[in-house]
């Protein structure tokens, strides 16, 4: 990259915003890294947001919610969902009360606890979570657009094994506990 290459601008002035501008020349490389990391993180999670609520007039946590109950078409008990979201077990019960009155889930108490309810998609919660997936595809891939095709299913491996030494690092601390 050339010094005058408008990339390479585009970078120096990333460089200095939000978490990333933290991060000096001679803190270490897995420092600067994670700030990078989160500082894409947290920009692409942001631009989700905003086109969910200018597109589809719906929040982060309503469309995962959502997702997580596409994938079960038998639906979830309420508590099991709130393992996968990253909500309270108070804002599950009103994401569920707020879809639930738009008429996207239904909420059913469950056959084998009668403590427990059972919640999973109407056929028009279905069909909106599809539309408005199908887009979501479209805006990561156009988000992601700037990394080369060949880097990403290394970067992704490369993850991948973080995200392992992460979940054995947590299972040797809690061992020393």
Partial sequence: MKLNDPSHTAL??????????RARRGDHAKLRLWLRMLSCTTHVEAEVRRRLRVRFGTTLARFDY????Y????GMKMRELSRFLMVTGGNVTSL???????????????????????VRLTPEGRSSF?????????????LFAGLDDAAVPELYDQLGKLRVHLVLSDRTAGDKS
Avoid at 12 to 21: D, K, Q, T, V
């Fill in 96 to 118: 569920t009360d707020d879809l639930e009155h738009d008429g996207l889930v239904v909420r059913e108490g469950s056959p084998t606890d009668r403590r427990a309810w059972i």
């Fill in 130 to 142: 599809e539309s408005m997936a199908s887009e979501h595809e479209e805006w990561i891939i156009e």
């Fill in 71 to 74: 994938r079960q078409r038998d």
């Fill in 66 to 69: 959502m997702a997580q109950l």
């Fill in 12 to 21: 120096r002035e990333a460089n200095g915003l939000g978490l990333e501008g």
